[in-house]
C-alpha cells in the first residue's frame, strides 16, 4: 500500500518561497512517477509539476515554469517542490501523487495515490 505525506506547507508573502517535500512509503518509490497538483477554494484540481521516474524528466504548468521546480530523491524516497516568487493565485491545497505510468502525467486520472494535501497561502 503506498502512502504519501507531504510537509511544508504555509503562509508566505508574495514574492517569497517556500519548499514542499513529500515521502513515499510501502512501495520501491524509483517505480513511480510523482506529481504536484493543487485546488484553490472552490475550482478544480490542477495539474502542477511532475517528474519520471529518475527525474530525468520533469513538466510544468505553464503558471509556474520559471518559478517552481520539482525534484526528487530515489534514495530518500521523497519528491519535493520548490516555489519561489510566490503569487497570490499560488494559493492552493497541494497534493503530491504518484503514478506506475510513464505517459500522461499531467494528467490527474494518471495517478492512483495521493496525499492529503498541505495548504499553502500566500499573502499580498
Same mark, same amino acid.
Given at each position: 500500500?503506498? +502512502?504519501? $505525506?507531504?510537509? =511544508?506547507? #504555509?503562509?508566505?508573502?508574495?514574492? #517569497?518561497?517556500?519548499? *514542499?517535500?513529500?515521502? *513515499?512509503?510501502?512501495?520501491?518509490?524509483?517505480?513511480?512517477?510523482? #506529481? %504536484?497538483?493543487?485546488?484553490?477554494?472552490?475550482?478544480?484540481?490542477?495539474?502542477?509539476?511532475?517528474?519520471?521516474?529518475?527525474?530525468?524528466?520533469?513538466?510544468?504548468?505553464? !503558471? $509556474?515554469? @520559471?518559478?517552481?521546480?520539482?525534484?526528487? @530523491?530515489?534514495? +530518500?524516497?521523497? $519528491?519535493? *517542490?520548490?516555489?519561489?516568487?510566490?503569487?497570490?493565485?499560488?494559493?492552493?491545497?497541494?497534493?503530491?501523487?504518484?503514478?506506475? =505510468?510513464?505517459?500522461? *502525467?499531467?494528467?490527474?486520472?494518471?495517478?492512483?495515490? %495521493? #496525499?492529503?494535501?498541505?495548504? $499553502?497561502?500566500? !499573502?499580498?
Amino acid at each position: 500500500q503506498v +502512502q504519501l $505525506v507531504e510537509s =511544508g506547507g #504555509g503562509l508566505v508573502q508574495a514574492g #517569497g518561497s517556500l519548499r *514542499l517535500s513529500c515521502a *513515499l512509503s510501502g512501495r520501491t518509490f524509483k517505480n513511480y512517477a510523482m #506529481g %504536484w497538483f493543487r485546488q484553490a477554494s472552490g475550482k478544480e484540481r490542477e495539474f502542477v509539476a511532475a517528474a519520471n521516474r529518475s527525474g530525468g524528466v520533469t513538466y510544468y504548468a505553464d !503558471s $509556474v515554469k @520559471d518559478r517552481f521546480t520539482i525534484s526528487r @530523491d530515489n534514495a +530518500q524516497n521523497t $519528491v519535493s *517542490l520548490q516555489m519561489n516568487s510566490l503569487k497570490t493565485e499560488d494559493t492552493a491545497v497541494y497534493y503530491c501523487a504518484a503514478s506506475e =505510468g510513464v505517459y500522461g *502525467l499531467q494528467t490527474i486520472s494518471t495517478y492512483a495515490y %495521493w #496525499g492529503q494535501g498541505t495548504q $499553502v497561502t500566500v !499573502s499580498s
